[in-house]
């Protein structure tokens, strides 16, 4: 976001609410506008501490009092607690915790560690993000994403040495996100494309599928995946014959090729299994149709992992050749801290980049989607700070790498979490199971946890995003999508993340070399003109209405931006309409000018809607001015014309505001004044008019001619 250009738009509002004050104040009228001025508390919260603060003790003492709140949001919500927030936390983490402990175990064994360090990943980092985190419904701790992407950077290590370089990466990573949130690379969660990350999960999600086979299967392991791996790949001449390490196709190819050696059992276990958990979504489904309003908290993953531990035991399936667990070494972990060298710490050091992007990337699509839910704040910058202290303290406790898990999201979100402190209490239960329960898993078969993680692998398909995709005929992004897709699943998850990240890094570049420009628009006092009021000053705002025009193109890695851009305004519209009480208009209309956008892309439209729907749930209608063909074409095929409604969409800001003024306190689908026989841009024969400006580039060389001033919108008529 321009943050220039937003502090000039807050101090326009500044300005215009005083001027309008004392206009009031002189005529008796005590009617005061919203844009009323407000301390902004969020000004330069992202910056840690400025060079003057760590110089000077008093202002620094100052300065850790201001922020500690940012950073630390326990000390600011705790105060607002209350007994009904204290029910939904309860609620939301007894149902996060029967789902996150059979998962810590199953992604702990996916990560290639031993089980209880699954458990321990789930306790300390939930305990430091229900301090320092910002997202009051985020669940943290192992994640199936990062679980099969430490997996790979650990083969052909021993079992030891695979926990010891998982401590200590997690260490590392705590440290790299740590230090991108107090150098504010929050921005890195608009780099990556929406469909670059989709293709990259997709990809994911199939490789972690077909790595459980051999589980599911009651199979060795294939000769290749053996602890001898890393010798062949650094070209060791040893006597032994050593073959590179399995790709997923080659691992599946191993699979199919050794039915033969399967074990009945256990295909009829894991089976049972996966029908279990997928029939359990389904009723779970029909229920809540039907109105059982708690058919959502009931503990699937749990009951399939104490039915299959039940069966085991008291079927004796393990002498049928079903492999269970065995003995956990629970209890508390003893703190130590990583042992790494400089050349560890060199080699680890990419591997911890790539983890914190790819984590942070998916953490922040969730947590922005919950805070526009729930309509509060988030910061990019606090969040890499909060879950980079997480890592940090963790990794002393036993952890490896963690950041947020988007299923158990979903369910925390869906159950009734309310604030941070339900991930708290989640941490406690899993503390609990490592003191005491770990011996009840002794008997639970590794084809129920293979199983499990099979199943959730599938909730990561996204293929409704691809049919999306086909649907608005959005072919570059389809593209990116499955570049993305096939170096992922065919070469490495580490080669697919470095080509991934490039190509976006590349786009970037390429759709960047204009900077991003916004014009928030007021008018002309005595006048229809509308004019950029960063130019203007003198131009007033218009009650209850929100007028910008976006002079640049919207793409994935800008909309972001403006929706936080639209958030942000908003923000300083509610606090001005708090401070004037009844006198004040809240926002009910957003008048979005998009004559100088050439092109939306999917990313975009796909993020407009959903602005647009949760715009409307909150009775505040949104139109377009200025639309061209090509963009109304795109948002036909999307499905967001017909959401919008052709009635709010205009020619000009004039014919918008007239229209939107007239019907402020009528129903959005009850729209019915006439509109002012004065004539839009559009309206006027080219030979009538001489364009002050050449016009917008529209897309091919095709210029559009909008016969305004683009500082003033001025409306024209006929001579």
């Known amino acids: 976001m321009d943050e220039s250009h937003l502090k000039t738009t807050r101090e326009w509002m500044h300005h215009s609410s005083i001027q309008r004050n004392g206009l009031a104040s002189s005529s008796g009228d005590q009617k005061q506008h919203y844009f009323v001025p407000q301390p902004d508390e969020d000004e330069n919260e992202d910056t840690f501490l400025t060079r003057e603060e760590l110089t000077n003790p008093v202002e620094l003492a100052k300065a850790v009092k201001t922020r500690l709140p940012l950073y630390v949001p326990i000390v600011k919500w705790i105060r607002q607690y209350s007994r009904q927030d204290l029910i939904g936390d309860i609620l939301s983490s007894i149902t996060v915790a029967t789902m996150l402990v059979p998962q810590a175990l199953a992604y702990a064994i996916l990560a290639g560690v031993p089980p209880i360090y699954g458990l321990y990943s789930g306790w300390l980092p939930l305990v430091i993000y229900a301090f320092m985190g910002s ?94 791996d890393l010798e062949a790949l650094l070209g060791s001449s040893s006597g032994q014959e050593t073959q590179p390490h399995d790709g997923p196709y080659q691992k599946f190819w191993y699979a199919i090729t ?48 104490v039915i299959s531990i039940l069966i085991t035991k008291f079927g004796e399936l393990e002498s049928h ?120 898993f002794y008997h639970l078969p590794k084809c129920t946890m ?114 936080q851009l639209l958030a942000e305004i908003e923000r300083m519209m509610d606090k001005s309409a708090m401070e004037a009480g009844n006198g004040g208009t809240p926002l009910q209309s957003i008048i979005i000018n998009i004559v100088n956008i050439p092109v939306v892309d999917a990313s975009a439209l796909l993020t407009l809607q959903e602005m647009v729907e949760a715009y409307h749930k909150r009775n505040i209608k949104v139109s377009f001015v200025q639309m061209s063909e090509k963009i109304k074409d795109s948002f036909k095929k999307s499905g967001l014309y017909d959401l919008i409604t052709p009635q709010l969409i205009f020619d000009s800001n004039y014919e918008a505001v007239t229209y939107l003024e007239h019907n402020s306190n009528q129903n959005a689908n009850d729209l019915s004044v006439d509109i002012p026989t004065t004539r839009g841009a559009f309206d006027q024969d080219e030979e009538d008019y001489t364009p002050s400006s050449p016009g917008a580039i529209i897309a091919d060389g095709i210029r559009m001619d909008d016969f305004s001033d683009p500082d003033s919108d001025e409306f024209i008529t006929k001579k």
């Open 321 to 440: 050749g079903v492999a269970a667990i065995g003995d956990i070494d629970g209890g508390f972990p003893i703190p130590r801290f990583p042992k790494f060298d400089l050349e560890e710490l060199r080699a680890m050091l990419p591997e911890a980049f790539l983890i914190v992007i790819i984590g942070f990337v998916e953490a922040t699509a969730v947590s922005k989607g919950l805070a526009t839910k729930h309509n509060y704040s988030i910061s990019s910058n606090r969040e890499l700070v909060a879950f980079g202290t997480a890592n940090i303290l963790g990794s002393i406790f036993k952890t490896y790498p963690v950041f947020a898990s988007i299923p158990r999201t979903s369910i925390q979100d869906s159950s009734g979490s309310r604030t941070c402190l339900s991930g708290f209490l989640t941490s406690c239960l899993l503390l609990f199971t490592c003191l005491f329960l770990t011996g009840l």
């Open 258 to 305: 050794h039915l033969g050696s399967a074990n009945k059992a256990t295909i009829i276990f894991s089976v049972g299994c996966i029908v279990f958990l997928f029939g359990m979504r389904i009723v779970k489904m029909i229920l809540a149709k039907r109105g059982f309003k708690y058919a959502k908290y009931i503990p699937d993953i749990m009951l399939v992992v």
């Open 135 to 228: 997202c009051k419904q985020l669940a943290v701790g192992p994640e199936a994403l990062l679980s099969v992407l430490l997996g790979t950077l650990l083969v052909g290590s021993n079992e030891e040495d695979k926990a010891e370089y998982a401590h200590s990466l997690a260490f590392l990573v705590g440290v790299v996100s740590f230090l991108f949130g107090i150098l504010q690379f929050g921005f890195m969660g608009s780099i990556i494309s929406r469909w670059v990350l989709s293709g990259f999960i997709n990809a994911v999600a199939l490789i972690i599928a077909i790595s459980q086979l051999e589980a599911l299967l009651g199979l060795e392991p294939g000769k290749k995946t053996q602890a001898h």
């Open 450 to 563: 293979a199983s499990i993680i099979f199943v959730a692998a599938f909730g990561l398909l996204e293929l409704h995003e691809v049919v999306f995709l086909w649907k608005t005929r959005s072919w570059g992004d389809l593209v990116q999508f499955m570049v993305a897709l096939l170096a992922t699943f065919i070469l490495e998850v580490e080669i697919g993340i470095l080509i991934s990240v490039g190509m976006c890094i590349f786009l970037v570049l390429k759709h960047s070399s204009s900077p991003h420009v916004y014009s928030v628009l007021g008018r002309v006092p005595g006048t229809n003109r509308f004019k950029d009021v960063s130019k203007f000053p003198e131009a007033e705002p218009i009650e209850g209405i929100l007028l910008i025009r976006i002079d640049e193109v919207l793409y994935f890695a800008n909309i972001s931006q403006f929706k």
